[in-house]
Structures are given as structure tokens and as C-alpha cells.
């Protein structure tokens, strides 16, 4: 078991370094990496094809790059915003990993794109341990998913930035509770900002698009307590902290 650990640690020690060589490259040629997490069906690409729109209307020079297991619907759909849209199959593979960014990006992201929004495979647990080079880690829970989930995905939610709760438009038809919910954030991730949204009726849109400006203009983003404590994802291993025995 023990060797199982130190091998899961190895590989994620190797993701994290290529993770700061993509990210040290794309700071040089002035790209922000905004890094979207969430479960399927959290209503993440709805959100992400309002934040690009309104990117557009701002004249933000910006991208997507979204990740499924099979079909390219996601990226049909980011793509009605106008801008540059890429979709990556990870033919079973359960998160990205910084590698395979770095390889999708040659030849295709345009060189004046400040902020490049990825939309990583809808799951709570690998996606969470692997650094993609992000500035930005934003994780999204719908209402519908119950309060406890930032206390059934630690790792996830506990390495935010910021948190966004979505379909806020059928809150109260679905009971839920978003005192519960915000408790449970803190209690993972003391401090973290929490943003309502509902790509329905537009609440709360642009508030991602904000953060990643402010993060690519180099404002420090919110540092969550368990990054301080780990100083890596490298150990971050599913919604375990390991260490060696």
C-alpha cells in the first residue's frame, strides 16, 4: 500500500513541476489559466459560455478548452460565444493532467489570449490533485447537489479559490440550504469567497470573468489553508492528504 502512495506521489510530483513550466511560460507571454472543476451536471459550461460572452463584449481577449471522456457538445455549445474553443477526449482518462495542456495548446492558442478558461472533466476527485498551471482554481456545486458536498470532497474544495454555487434560480424549490453549505465550505477552506450564480437569469455573471482579471492584472488570489499546509498538490492524493510511512 505504502508503494502505491510514494508511486501516486511521484507522478503528481512530475505533473506539479510541468505545471509550473506551463505556467511560467504562459505568464511570459502574458496568459492567465483559470481552471474550472465541478461535478457533471453542475451547470458549468452554462456559466462558462456566459462568462466568455461577456469576455467578448469586453474585448478580453480570451479561449476555452474543455475536457470530456467522449463527445464534443461542450465545446459546440462554448463556441457560440465566439471565441477560440477547443475540445479535448480524454478517452476515459478522469482529469487533465498539466502535460496533456501544455501538448493541446501548441499551434492552437492564440498569442494575444489573456485569459484561457479550461473546463477540466466533470469530477470532484483526480481533477483535484493535478495542478494544470492555473493561476486560478474556481470549483462550482449546483444547488441540487446537496450542502455537505465541500465536506465529502475536501481536496476539492479545499484548494479553491473560489467557490460558485449555480442554479441558484431553483434554490428554494429544491430546499436548499445555503447557510449548511457555506459552513461546510468554510470548514475545508476558511476565508474563500462565495459567489452565487444562475446562468438562467444571468445572476452573478461576470463574477468569474472579475477574479481572473484581477488575477491576470497580479492580484494575489485567495490562499486556502491547505495549500499553506501542503505547499503542493503534489500530495494531494484523491480526498486524502498522504505522507510517507
Known amino acids: 500500500m505504502c508503494r502505491a502512495v510514494d508511486l501516486r506521489q511521484a507522478v503528481l510530483a512530475k505533473n506539479d513541476a510541468g505545471a509550473e513550466v506551463l505556467r511560467g511560460n504562459l505568464a511570459a507571454r502574458g496568459t492567465t489559466v483559470v481552471n474550472l472543476l465541478s461535478s457533471p451536471g453542475s451547470g458549468k459550461t452554462a456559466l462558462l459560455e456566459r462568462e466568455l460572452l461577456l469576455a467578448r463584449e469586453r474585448s478580453v481577449p480570451v479561449a476555452a478548452l474543455t475536457a470530456d471522456l467522449a463527445t464534443e457538445n461542450d465545446a ?25 495542456l501544455a501538448q493541446h495548446l501548441v499551434g492552437w492558442l492564440p498569442d494575444d489570449t489573456r485569459l484561457l478558461f479550461v473546463e477540466n472533466v466533470g469530477n470532484l476527485v483526480c481533477p483535484a490533485s493535478y495542478d494544470l498551471g492555473e493561476t486560478l482554481r474556481v470549483v462550482l456545486a449546483s444547488v441540487t447537489e446537496g450542502e455537505d458536498k465541500p465536506l465529502k470532497y475536501p481536496t476539492a474544495f479545499g484548494l479553491a479559490h473560489l467557490v460558485v454555487i449555480t442554479k441558484t434560480d431553483i434554490a428554494r424549490a429544491v430546499e436548499f440550504d445555503e447557510d449548511a453549505f457555506r459552513a461546510n465550505v468554510e470548514q475545508v477552506n476558511p476565508g474563500v469567497d462565495i459567489v452565487l450564480t444562475s446562468a438562467r437569469r444571468g445572476q452573478g455573471t461576470g463574477a468569474v470573468l472579475d477574479r481572473a482579471l484581477a488575477a491576470a492584472s497580479g492580484e494575489p488570489p485567495h490562499r486556502p489553508v491547505m495549500a499553506r499546509a501542503t505547499h503542493t498538490h503534489a500530495h494531494a492524493v484523491g480526498d486524502l492528504t498522504h505522507t510517507h510511512s
Not at 80 to 85: A, D, E, I, K, Q
Open 76 to 100: 459546440a455549445r462554448l463556441a457560440r460565444s465566439g471565441v477560440p474553443v477547443k475540445q479535448v477526449l480524454t478517452d476515459g482518462l478522469c482529469h487533465l493532467e498539466a502535460g496533456m
